[in-house]
């Protein structure tokens, strides 16, 4: 489980998450229930797919597991690079 804090990343920087390069955009802070602000951070990525770029949100400090493709290509519960099987 991998947790995103705002030290460790700046708009510009890159994150990689299971073989795949996230680049960070922006932070955006909103206003969340009660009066609380919350952090946001927007990351850009390809589509192992077809390329093109998508954008992913997750808010800091919480656990970072973003979307691995585009929402055309989107596949959840299925590995983007799937194991091989073994020749018998």
Known sequence: MTRLRTFEISPGGSLWYDS???RCEAFVTVDADEGRERTWAIFESRCPVCFRPFIVATVIGGEF???RRCQKHKAPGRPVFPKRRRKA
Request: charged share 35%.
């Open 65 to 67: 597991k973003p979307n």
């Open 20 to 22: 795949q390069k996230y």
